[in-house]
């Protein structure tokens, strides 16, 4: 329970790129890099007498985000320009959507693996397509302090995700953020990498609190520059005290200061006042005259929602339910992504043994490719052969404790287990020969067998290291089975 006298309350807009080739309205490029302003037209610059046409793609991948988030698509949308003037936006308007988006009253179910936070439902107000603006370059590190613009980015396809202010702490925006990305890198409708620009978030931040027996609201703080989700959760634990402090020395509440635009400040984690916020009327919006408003039947909506396949939270009941993960290992298996749990399930399937399986895949394997920088697909150990490993140690062929060692023959050879036991000459133990050797090591150690028999069960363990001496190919947790079995069979 927070000790804190307020509720913090936080709805995030999400600007995703969308994975297209081309511009939203004009054939120019988006790929990313590309020496500035050298992606350019006569559309995306607003050169006079220059007209748009609508991206296909662009609409497709938008309409496939907006099913998956559980919003409703109207029939009918239309393109709206939005007025406004900046340097790096040529037209001085953007081309977006305002009282008709395309998708709209949707959701995002959250949860923690950690319970930080119960279970809730976030609601989407809408999602709506919109052209990108282009880049102010500002050289202030040379004390020079010029900005110069790059408008290779300038019509670049954005999708505007914009939440319910349904988020009460940093732990809440961060888990919708995580889930929101793996959502649309599952759909593969975005790459999502904010170092890129292609996913970028601005948070909606006040106080409700109490005062005098009536429930208030402070004026709302848009905070934007946050270039990683983790500058969004230093970004929300700085700026709720801070507007705590500032009501108790003014007072105000909403409505009687304008919507204030903070950036943040990574380095010194701070938010900084940069600008009043716009209110929808100070943008003139009207229907775009040069666009044709889209309509879109049933009958695609459901051929989208058809195609989506399972999304991520899906999958985790199914592996929580059908492979009796725990909640923890099963999110940390979808997290990685959809080739991931692809091979978790080969390898599951295969062996017959998925807890086994995924200890393996959430430890082993994502530490190699960590490691290596490599993906599943280039991965050397195919799920069969993982699979196979498993079930030798399963079978006895592989004792747990060499187990590791022929992983990583198998990874450096890209040998099978049969190939990796014979190169290790790792035989399977006799169990009447194992049996012996026991009786011999207890033989040797009288005061083991007396602890033994006094209770001291954990003394069989001295036993292992001198039975691996003996013969290399014991198990061990046999060995000690036998140790303690042996000593108390007089008893």
Known sequence: MSDVPYTTVIGLEVHVQLATKSKLFCRCSTQFGAEPNTQTCPVCIGMPGSLPVMNRRAFELSLKTAVALNCNIPEFTKWDRKQYYYPDLPKGYQISQFDLPMSADGYLEISDPKDKFEPKRIGIIRAHLEEDAGKSVHDEAHGKADSEIDLNRTGTPLLEIVSQPDMRSSAEARAFLDELKLLLTYIAVSDCNMQEGSLRVDANVNLHLEKDGKKIATPIVEIKNMNSFRAVERALEYEAPRQYREWQETGRQLGEAPKQTRGWDDVAGVTRGQRSKEESSDYRYFPDPDLAPVITSAAEVEAVRESLGELPADLRTRLAEGYNLSPYDADVLVNQGRAVIDYYLAVAGESGDPKAACNWVTQQVLRELKEREQAIDAFDISASKLAGLITAVNDGLLPSTRAPEAFQLMLAQGCDITAALAELKIE???????????????????????????????AAASLIGQAKKKNPNVDPNRVRELAIELATAGN
């Open 428 to 458: 399977r133990v006799d169990e009447s020969a194992l049996v012996e050797l026991v009786k011999e090591l207890l033989a040797a150690n009288p005061k083991t067998v007396a602890d033994i028999q006094g209770g001291k069960l954990q």
